[in-house]
Antibody, heavy 126, light 105 residues
Framework: QITLKESGPTLVKPTETLTLTCTFS??????????VGWIRQPPGKALEWLAL???????RYRPSLASRITISKNTPMYRVDLAMTNMDPLDTATYYC??????????????????WGLGVVVTVSS | DIQLTQSPSFLSASVGDRVTITCRAS??????LAWYQQRPGKAPKLLVY???TLQSGVPSRFSGSGSGTEFTLTISSLQPEDFATYYC?????????FGPGTKVD
């Protein structure tokens, strides 16, 4: 059974760095074809994909936030971290991590998010 | 970057109704599209991937179709637990775009 859980501070000040942890079970990031992503959702707004890390260490970032975010994995600890620098009140959101399993079509791979954590609410305020 | 739009943004429906939500991509994305359901205060749930493949455990009243730039999610007979917000997502990309959402109320 795949489960994911986000953890981290619920309140950060503007300009601070946010570090969130996704702790998971039921799969390993050593396994070929697995990815973990971070997605956020500002209050009352749509989902916004932030970052993705693959089993082989490759990473993808939302272009508009790429200079501020870093995704990393601690494979033995079944953990993926997200760091976001220079936090702003506009970064107030629920932050989710999710598991993506590889599917292939016409030789192209894609990773729908079939398993999600419950999310962690992060407020940015002084 | 590929942009996704959804229509309608808001949909008023009743139990038993047939509901159709459309997602349009700014350029062709083959069938690399997923649909998610999000109930208030809950994490999203994957319903459909590859435009028309139903995720395991999802009721058969949900179906997806389309390819290229236009996709639809259909609920054949709306149930009380289906009142939620629905998002499409572009897969197979370095930028995993979500659509703006359709609230079914």
């Amino acid at each position: 059974q795949i489960t994911l859980k986000e953890s981290g501070p619920t309140l950060v000040k503007p300009t601070e760095t946010l570090t969130l942890t996704c702790t998971f079970s039921g799969f390993s990031l050593r396994t070929n074809g697995v990815a973990v992503g971070w997605i956020r959702q500002p209050p009352g707004k749509a989902l916004e994909w932030l970052a993705l890390i693959y089993w082989d260490g490759n990473k993808r970032y939302r272009p508009s936030l790429a200079s501020r975010i870093t995704i990393s994995k601690n494979t033995p600890m079944y953990r993926v971290d997200l760091a976001m620098t220079n936090m702003d009140p506009l970064d107030t959101a629920t932050y989710y991590c999710a598991h993506g399993g590889r599917h292939s079509e016409s030789g192209t791979s894609y990773f729908p998010f079939a398993y999600w954590g419950l999310g962690v609410v992060v407020t940015v305020s002084s | 970057d590929i942009q996704l739009t959804q229509s309608p943004s808001f949909l008023s429906a009743s139990v038993g109704d047939r509901v159709t939500i459309t997602c349009r991509a700014s350029q062709g994305i083959s069938s690399f599209l997923a649909w998610y359901q999000q109930r208030p205060g809950k994490a999203p749930k994957l319903l459909v991937y590859a435009a028309s493949t139903l995720q395991s455990g999802v009721p058969s009243r949900f179906s997806g179709s389309g390819s290229g730039t236009e996709f639809t999610l259909t609920i054949s007979s709306l149930q009380p637990e289906d009142f939620a917000t629905y998002y499409c997502q572009h897969l197979n990309s370095d930028f995993l775009t979500f659509g703006p959402g359709t609230k079914v109320d």
